[in-house]
């Protein structure tokens, strides 16, 4: 159950995601590749990502901690522990000045999970463990863990940088340890680069094993919808992303660039 973890402790919107995304792995190392094969699909949350209206800001609220975890929009994390326990970044509400968070219980999407509205220095209880709501974006959720063992569970080094697919690739997908943070980085173009993803192109796919697609473009309204998979979890789901709306993967950041028929171009804009 989510809530809150002492009596101190004290975004949206309504739609359905229909479309599935594709789990895959790329097994070696090296840059970016189009691939298809893998895992088989797994369903993102129904209710989640970037409203259709631009947000209003601020894109940030908070300082993200150095030993956080990030939590993408619409998509969700494995926190230690076993099994599905996780949380996801559901929803977001932002009013000009402030913003706060829905976070829904569990790695995946189910029926019926617990859910708790949060705000930047927030303490919550998830799988049993407890967090600190270091930072909230429009993008991502930052949670610091309270206790040394999640933490060390979080930074912990995996047995190797290769991915093998499915749940074997949690260690890659949901940690903070340096080395896996600096090999998913290493994936993609280079700071000031574009990365090009294309609708209906095959899954761009990377050697730790996140996948991304591009589930539409809509040239009409200047929105596109992109999302990511790793270790078979939808790690992320942006939904009505704009040009100029800044989306995370893996730890790297960009800022969308060029929506086009068939096409979303990004920047990278972290090192």
Known sequence: MLRPAS?????????????????????????????????GPTTAAPATTQAAAKDKGPVCVGKAAADGLHVLRGGGFR?????????????????????????????????????QVVKPGQTVTLAG??????????????????????KAALAAAPTSLQSKGGAADDGL????????????????PAHGSTLSLL???????????????????????????????????PVAVYKDVRVGDTVEFAGVLFKVSELADGVVRMTRTSA
């Not at 101190?8 to 691939?35: E, F, K, M, N, P």
């Open 7 to 39: 009596k101190s402790s004290t975004y949206g919107i309504a739609g359905t995601v229909t479309a599935a995304l594709l789990a895959l792995a790329l097994s070696g190392c090296g840059s970016s590749s189009d691939g298809t094969g893998g895992d």
């Open 79 to 115: 926190l230690p522990g076993g099994g599905d326990g996780g949380v996801q970044y559901d929803s977001a509400t932002a009013d000009g000045t402030t913003r706060t968070a829905t976070l829904r219980e569990g790695a995946s999407y189910a029926d019926g999970q617990k859910q």
């Open 129 to 150: 463990h407890a967090y600190t709501v270091s930072q909230i974006c429009s993008y991502r959720v930052v949670l610091e863990p309270q206790d040394a063992k999640d």
């Open 173 to 188: 997908c949901f940690s903070t340890n340096p080395s896996v943070l600096a090999a998913a980085a290493k994936g993609f």
């Open 199 to 233: 609708r209906n192109g095959g899954v761009k796919t990377f050697p730790t094993g996140l996948s991304i697609t591009v589930s539409y473009v809509d040239t009409r309204t200047g929105t596109a919808g992109v999302g990511a998979n790793c270790a078979g979890i």
